[in-house]
């Protein structure tokens, strides 16, 4: 009998900081679920890590200017402008539907009319990542060595040290 008191006592005493730790979060007006994500970073605005266009755009200005870019190539920077800010825009707007599903919308969005939505705006990106991709190829042929290597530089460090990142 004495065992089953030791038992008893100590399960209760495993049982009290779980508890504990229940009722702060519903003091503090978390459900379930929000109090397990409640450390996780906030994702509701583009980040540049997931964004790899968005942060290809914002060095665009500065990228074109340390290039020196001249005549012909001037001509091939042009489009790859446009695409990449287009691929900017493409990522942007993924990120606005999917913020538009917490407001309330009539009718109110179902499982098929979303991943239908996702689905589409996933071929249209791959179509803009084409162009993008197409446009640098031009854009590359037509560089020295020494500004292509500075091309390849930023393109990359666009990504792994973004601006404007937290």
């Known amino acids: ?8 006592l100590g399960l209760a005493a495993m049982l009290v900081p779980l508890a504990d730790c229940s009722a702060q979060d519903s003091r503090h007006g978390f459900t379930r ?7 996780r970073s906030d994702d509701s605005r583009p980040e540049a890590a997931s964004d790899p266009f968005s942060s290809l755009e914002r ?3 500065s990228l074109q200017d340390d290039l020196k870019l001249h005549g012909d190539q001037l001509e091939a920077w042009s489009p790859f402008e446009r695409d990449v800010r287009a691929a900017a825009e493409a990522e942007q707007e993924r990120h606005r539907r ?9 009718p109110p969005a179902t499982a098929a009319s979303l ?3 996702l689905a589409e705006h996933d071929r249209k990106e791959a179509e803009a990542s084409a162009r993008v991709e197409s446009d640098l190829r031009v854009l590359a ?3 020295d060595t020494a500004q292509r290597a500075m ?8 990504q792994t040290e973004p601006l404007g990142s937290r």
């Open 1 to 8: 009998m004495r065992n089953v008191a030791f038992a008893a």
């Open 33 to 39: 679920e929000q109090a397990r994500n409640r450390d």
């Open 59 to 61: 060095e665009l200005i």
């Open 98 to 106: 999917i913020l538009a599903l917490r407001e309330k919308s009539d």
């Open 115 to 117: 991943l239908g939505a």
């Open 141 to 143: 042929a037509r560089l």
């Open 151 to 158: 091309l390849d530089r930023r393109v990359i460090q666009s």
